[in-house]
């Protein structure tokens, strides 16, 4: 599928695996070794991008400081309208060197220019619905969601989730348990 292209949560030729069923439902795309934790405190969203990179891709995880370093400069050349915000914030000198964050649109762009997507920007009113959304988004897809947290400071990968009904079966589910990578951790 074309990068930028839109997943249709309800299109009929989708195959999911395992077929949609009913009664309580499980999935973690996780696997031991795919988590990064960020090389700076500024890089969360290079190392949740290299974390969500390393559940999708088969074989060994990347979790290479140098690979997280230059995913976090792509992700800041991909010119997504909020380097000025971020040169201001952060100093021009300490700009150049990456001591900043990155943006959700920067997370999304370099998901998608490295062949992950189609990733999207959404946003819910409530962490209940976020995390809904985020659940039916994992069942439809089988990729891991980023989700912003810290009041918009900090980054997670939720990438499986346990719910009372499966997602792709029915609207009508609670989701009981997430499972979360904070790059952060364990600090």
Known sequence: ????????????????????????????????????HQATKYWCVAAAVQTMMNIVDDGKPNTSKAYQKRLH??????????????????????????LHGLGLRDW??????NGYGPYEVDRARTRKKAIRMAAKAIRMTGRPVGLVVWRGAHSWVMSGFTATADPAYTNDFKVKKVFIQDPWYPY
């Open 1 to 36: 599928m074309p990068v930028g292209e839109a997943i249709r949560l309800d299109a009929p030729d989708l195959v999911l695996e395992p077929r949609p069923a009913p009664g309580p439902f499980k999935m973690n795309l996780y696997s031991k070794g795919d988590f990064v």
């Open 73 to 98: 400069f792509e992700g800041r050349d991909l010119d997504q309208g909020e380097d000025d915000f971020w040169r201001r914030l952060a100093g021009e000198s300490r700009w150049r060197k990456g």
């Open 108 to 113: 999304v762009g370099l998901l998608n220019s």
